[in-house]
């Protein structure tokens, strides 16, 4: 015990180790509901340092456990076999904004509101906006693949990421990608790390691709008093050629949590709300506005707003912003999922989820992002009460299985993490497993790195019924 | 102790990790461990019972401002503030209270008579050659730490003796459009009787009718620490001081004595309390409220900026009133800094407990106040204005730091 804290603080200093219980305490969780503790925290401030860490760890066989913020949704950072905790926020250096390459080069513990921040105030814009973002880092995007409302038109991390420098398990420092629009130079390392989870390594640096801002942007939120409305207005904005920069939707449960807490004036006895936010050239946006607005009055809106400025669109995001912390009002712990489907079987997807929460009787509010057919049905429940606890397994998995049905995918944009890998087996076949697992061999063949997530095992079972971590 | 009322606070926390963003400490550290969201759950593992207390817990839950940012930020408005008080009291039950904070709650807090004895004797020392010589004699310098710059966060005695000493227990004026009872808090009484004149000059020319009662400490300084003994005592003794008289309301100059004053019905349950709580106002609030307010004749041609208090803008919910307050007067310009509403650090004795953090905090709050151009700082809260006048002295700045209220009662002095 003594010898690893001595080696670790001869590679950091004392200051950034932590060992006392409640630090392992509070590095013990994620956004999700299950806790392990760690045996050490420490928080480099460069690469090198990462990288005397990294061949420590390995060197002792102990793990290690890349972490942002920990704001993630899949238990993807929890340190479920003990070790060691790798905090990043310390690398919070946004190193370039390259506005005639239109990039960025930043650190792995950068909040990505700060980034948008930077370089919106050049002009420039980094559109993947996880719900977290004023305080979600970009490495943690990064290594989970984070999306957000802006997917629909803009597309997710992954479609920004150009470049990275990663400390390997060998504790090399290896550079993938690079700073080119057009990159054909052997296997595309860069896509693989993108959404690893930390399982192969450990992301030090990274370069992003930026476009120019959109001159101009509006909000409009409908409410719709039956879940058909909003679910065919869905398409039918497609059809008209508009792609509009974001389109949510929460559902009746989602609506009054949100209510309770910000009494904005939504309309309680909605089915759905839909938030669309269009962006672009100042007339482009003038002119789509009013055609949203009038598609979703034709299916039966009972009210559209439209904000005539940024704070009044800052108003009505507030609701879809708040909706993710406010759903567990009704009961303390969350199950949040971020099934995703073809954007065409979104109506099809809601009715299925709705009729697995009522064939549980368990509490499901849904929102997400109806434009890119990432929803977000979250089971609100309590781990206290391990009946409801079994019904919640048995629900989720039903909920994958209609998911893989409908042609989608276990996750959009929160990675698979801890809570999604007993459920691999149903979107992959062995074969295809097989791939993944060889791949994380490659990497890490003494499995120190993050182990346990993404492939499940042993350690993923029992997870909504076992009260606790270790 | 029972603390199933705080079980919804915990239940509330998603663990989204949203607050860290508004918590000043973790802005500061880093370390998830000293953030809104790490004091959240260990209170809990300590609850459920996998935590002893320990001097470390005791150390994560010091380090708290109870600025409220993170409740305001939380879409579920999860009382850290609540939790960490809770904290502090079970500390206290285990480790009782620190000898010098013992004396300062037990003997000072309760007494008026030796609190004015306290304040007599900074003034002495602040007089006297006593301070030049301290200072001068390098002998702060052998005590560790910062207690060099830390003496230099009390500012001048003003007057020299207690506001509540120079003045009558009730000033009439002719045909009262109000009358109300003022309660000065200790900050107006021994450090800043100008505020307290400027309240007095500004009722009177407002018509109303004041009350100055006997009254102690309000009990936030117990509390905060973890105290609530003493802190159920003052108020106890607060309320038996104002009743009986016939008043509309009961004005403070000070959000922290305004939110524990409000909070005396809850804690002591009496109608006689509740009574007491429902009346209680700020003084700016009262102001825009509950009167007509004259309007100064005179031209202030000075370019204010203004500092929320965290007690005033998250406790009492009050924004507007001062800075509308600021505007009535002519030819003021307020020009509004980035991060107004964020906390400068003072936090009560936090500041003397955490001084190298209080300082880095305080100069977010300088830099954004320097930016304004302002020639004044006002905020509604003698703490704030404490930190924030410690801050402009030891960097020389040019802002004068004043109460909203000073710069109303200039303006109507100005006119006469």
């Known amino acids: ?470 | 102790m029972d603390y199933s009322h705080l079980q919804k606070e915990i239940d509330h926390c998603s663990k989204c990790g949203g607050c860290l963003v508004a918590c000043p400490i973790y802005g500061e550290l880093g370390v998830e461990t000293m953030g809104s969201r790490g004091r959240v759950f260990l209170f809990s593992q300590y609850l459920e019972g996998n935590l002893e207390l320990s001097k470390k817990f005791a150390e994560i839950m010091s380090l708290c401002l109870l600025c409220k940012n993170c409740t305001a930020t939380c879409p579920n408005g999860v009382a850290t503030d609540q939790l960490v008080l809770a904290a502090r009291k079970e500390l206290v039950g285990k480790y009782g209270l620190p000898l010098i904070k013992k004396t300062v709650f037990h003997h000072l807090l309760k007494s008026n008579g030796r609190l004015n004895l306290a304040a007599r004797l900074l003034t002495v020392y602040q007089r006297t050659g006593l301070r030049w010589l301290v200072r001068k004699s390098r002998l702060l310098k052998v005590f560790p730490s910062d207690l060099e710059a830390k003496e230099k966060l009390l500012p001048d005695i003003q007057g020299g003796q207690p506001f509540l000493s120079e003045v009558a227990q009730r000033i009439s004026v002719e045909n009262p459009q109000k009358r109300i009872a003022y309660f000065t808090g200790c900050m107006t009484n021994y450090f800043f009787q100008n505020t307290g004149r400027s309240v007095l000059n500004v009722l009177k020319e407002n018509q109303v009718e004041v009350f100055l009662p006997d009254q102690l400490c309000c009990g936030v300084p117990a509390e905060a620490n973890g105290d609530e003994e003493t802190m159920l005592h003052l108020a106890e003794k607060n309320v038996k001081f104002f009743s009986g008289l016939e008043i509309d309301a009961i004005i403070t100059d000070c959000p922290s004595c305004g939110m524990a004053l409000k909070e005396y019905g809850e804690k002591l349950g009496t109608e006689e309390a509740q009574v007491f709580s429902s009346k209680v106002k700020d003084i700016t609030q009262f102001l825009m409220q509950d009167i007509e307010l004259k309007i100064p004749t005179s031209n202030i041609p000075v370019t204010v900026t203004y500092h929320d208090p965290c007690h005033a803008v998250r406790g009492l919910k009050i924004q507007k009133e001062p800075r509308e307050l600021l505007k009535k007067i002519p030819g003021l310009i307020l020009k509004e800094m980035n991060g107004a509403n964020q906390c400068c650090g003072s936090a009560g004795s936090f500041n003397l407990s955490y001084y190298q953090l209080s300082m880095q905090i305080l100069a977010k709050k300088l830099t954004n106040i320097t930016e304004t151009g302002a020639d004044v700082v006002a905020t509604a809260c003698p703490a704030c204005e404490m930190q924030i006048g410690h801050g402009v002295r030891q960097n020389h700045l040019p802002q004068k730091v004043m109460h909203p209220i000073e710069l109303l009662s200039e303006a109507y002095l100005a006119g006469d």
């Open chain 1, 1 to 470: 015990m003594s010898e690893i804290i001595q080696a670790l603080t001869k590679i950091l200093g004392p200051e950034n180790i932590h060992c006392s219980l409640e630090d392992r305490m509070c590095y013990s969780y994620d956004g999700t509901f299950r806790t392990f503790l760690p045996d050490y925290i420490v928080r480099p401030k460069s690469t090198l340092e990462i990288q005397g860490l990294v061949k420590l760890a390995v060197a002792n066989k102990i793990p290690l456990y890349p972490r942002g913020a920990g704001t993630g949704l899949s238990g993807g950072s929890v340190p479920i076999k003990g070790g060691i905790v790798l905090d990043l926020t310390r690398l919070n250096q946004i190193v370039e904004i390259d506005v005639k390459n239109l990039l960025a080069v930043v650190e792995p513990g950068v909040v990505t509101g700060d980034l948008h921040k930077a370089v919106e105030a050049l002009g420039l814009f980094y559109p993947p906006d996880p719900a977290s973002l004023k305080t979600c880092t970009m490495g943690g995007n990064v290594a989970e693949g984070a999306g957000g409302p802006r997917a629909i038109k803009y597309g997710v991390t992954r479609d920004y990421v150009m470049g990275l420098e990663v400390v390997t398990a060998a504790g090399e420092i290896i550079h993938l990608g690079g700073r080119t629009v057009k990159n054909v130079a052997g296997y595309d390392l860069t896509r693989l790390f993108v959404g690893s989870e930390g399982t192969l390594g450990v992301i030090t640096q990274i370069i992003v691709r930026l476009i120019p801002k959109p001159e101009a942007k509006k909000t409009i939120l409908s409410m719709f008093p039956k879940l058909n409305g909003a679910a065919e207005t869905v398409p039918q904005i497609i059809a008209r050629g508009i792609i509009p920069a974001t389109l949510e939707i929460m559902d009746d449960l989602s609506i009054n949590c949100v209510e309770n807490h910000l009494h904005m004036g939504l309309s309680r006895d909605s089915e759905a709300v839909l938030l669309i936010e269009l962006d672009g050239d100042k007339e482009v946006v003038e002119k789509q506005a009013p055609i949203i607005a009038q598609i979703c009055q034709d299916n039966g809106a009972s009210e559209v707003r439209v904000a005539r400025n940024d704070a009044e669109s800052e108003e009505l995001w507030k609701a879809r912003r708040a909706v993710s912390a406010a759903i567990v009002q009704l009961n303390p712990t969350k199950i949040a999922e971020d099934a995703t489907v073809p954007r065409t079987q979104v109506p099809e997807m809601i009715r299925r989820l709705k009729k697995i929460a009522s064939k549980y009787n368990l509490l499901m509010p849904i929102y997400g992002h109806a434009g890119d057919g990432n929803l977000h049905p979250n089971i609100i429940t309590d781990r206290r009460n391990s009946e409801e606890m079994e019904r919640v397994e048995k629900a989720v998995e039903e909920i994958f299985k209609n998911t893989v049905e409908l042609g989608g995918t276990l996750s959009g944009e929160h990675g698979i993490g801890l809570m999604k890998a007993p459920f691999m087996k149903l979107q992959f076949t062995p074969e295809e497993l097989h791939y993944f697992r060889e791949i994380k061999k490659a990497f890490d063949p003494h499995n120190l790195l993050n182990p346990g997530k993404i492939f499940g095992g042993e350690e993923s079972d029992g997870l909504f019924t076992s009260p606790k971590g270790n």
